[in-house]
């Protein structure tokens, strides 16, 4: 365990993966902000981190506005990386691999969903077509369509990106513009009288550090780190399983990340592809439990691929894992801002698979409250704590 430089930090980040990285890095590259910033990680390696186990993907099909415009932010930084970073020279370059997601439609509700979800993306500026099975077929003559009565797709800034590149320059800039990084873990915090505030955190190698803000990034941790300051947040890990597989006739074009009725979902990755699901039993597990049910593999994702797209059906398991959603419970949403009572507790939890995407524009958002008391970017004030504790829950159709 490492020891803090100092005694006091104006932020202290709980958590230094992805997310705990792009606050950190967007408060230093906001000009109005010039106080001290404190990242305290567990495990440097991030070898269980969500950071290390995600596949990574952009989209911009959501049935609400504002989680469009996260996205639509999150392509534009990607495309523009080097820039945003201020030029960096050695800074690379981060692709956007557009070909986009492909929502599969069994049944004449969830395609009456698909239709008002385009029309609202496309109020947003986003590319998504409504399709139907015919033309479908003509763009992607590989799918078994038996059963699909629409779908929706869009090939304009949304596919697969490597949001790890974006992930090590934050923490590397963020270093090099004075941030701490500390290999250690917050056990405890203190609050004042009132309990409006917390003051101070305690760390398991035993120092009390004074803090001006706290900002709770502990993906699927987060109820572990919010309790210490007496909160409960709806936030557990949830078990994802990823695939990555190797077909014996590949396809001839890229396969979109098709999300087909049964809850797998597929896509094209380098020279291989890669497919995940959830497990049919969908429950809370332990922070510390990987370990991989190889039945869903033979018994739910193999045979799903085979069906619905036939050159699949001799295919060779190449590498798998399984990876923790911050599963938001509530409303599957992410939790921002501060606490309804201790005023200077901020989260960025919670965001149930959508995480690697929206962390450019929670992150730069996070910075400007911190800054500035409100966003002014985007209003990001519908992912506030608030709606939980009011039970207005913020409903998004289009989560896988």
């Known amino acids: 365990m490492q020891a803090p430089a100092q005694s006091s930090y104006d932020v202290v980040i709980v958590g230094g993966a992805m997310y705990g990285a792009s606050v950190a890095w967007f408060l230093t590259d906001n000009p109005d902000f010039d106080g001290s910033i404190l990242v305290v990680e567990r495990d440097p390696s991030y070898e269980f981190a969500s950071t290390s186990h995600t596949n990574s993907c952009m989209r911009q099909q959501f049935s609400e506005a504002i989680n469009v ?20 020279p050695r800074v690379p370059d981060v692709a956007l691999h557009s070909y986009g997601y492909m929502y599969l439609a069994d049944n004449a509700a969830f395609a009456a969903t698909l239709r008002e979800n385009q029309k609202l993306q496309a109020a947003c500026g986003a590319g998504t077509r409504h399709m139907t099975p015919d033309e479908i077929a003509r763009e992607y003559p590989f799918y078994n369509l038996d059963g699909i009565i629409a779908g929706n797709h869009n090939r304009v800034d949304e596919g697969y990106f490597d949001g790890n ?66 909160i409960e947040i709806p936030v557990e890990p949830r078990k994802r399983y990823s695939f990555v597989f190797e077909a014996a006739r590949p396809l001839d074009r890229d396969l979109p990340l098709t999300i087909d009725p049964s809850g797998v979902h597929m896509r094209s990755d ?35 691929l085979a069906a619905r797209i036939p050159q699949f059906e001799a295919i ?36 149930s698979g959508h995480g690697f995407q929206q962390s450019p524009a929670m992150g730069r958002g996070t910075a400007e409250f911190i800054t500035y008391g409100e966003y002014r970017a985007l209003d990001l004030r519908p992912f506030h704590f608030d709606r939980i504790v009011n039970g207005e829950k913020f409903v998004e159709k289009a989560v896988i």
């Open 69 to 88: 415009k996260v996205s639509q932010f999150a392509a534009d930084f990607v495309k523009n990386f080097r820039n945003y970073m201020g030029g960096d």
């Open 165 to 230: 590149t974006l992930f090590d320059w934050w923490k590397r800039s963020a270093k090099e513009r004075g941030v701490e990084y500390l290999t250690n873990e917050v056990i405890a915090m203190n609050r004042n009288g009132a309990g409006t505030r917390v003051e101070s955190v305690i760390l398991t190698s035993g120092e009390v550090v004074s803090c001006g803000t706290v900002v709770n990034a502990s993906g699927p941790r987060a109820v572990l780190t919010s309790r210490m300051a007496g």
């Open 270 to 304: 380098g020279t291989y592809y890669l497919a995940g699901c959830p497990p049919d039993d969908d429950r809370a597990v332990d922070y510390d439990d990987f370990v991989q049910d190889h039945s869903i593999w033979e018994d739910k994702v193999w045979p799903v």
């Open 316 to 351: 060779k398991l190449r590498n798998s894992w399984a990876g923790h959603y911050a599963y938001n419970t509530f409303d599957q949403n992410a939790i921002l801002g501060p606490h309804t009572k201790v005023g200077n507790f901020i989260f960025v939890n919670g965001f």
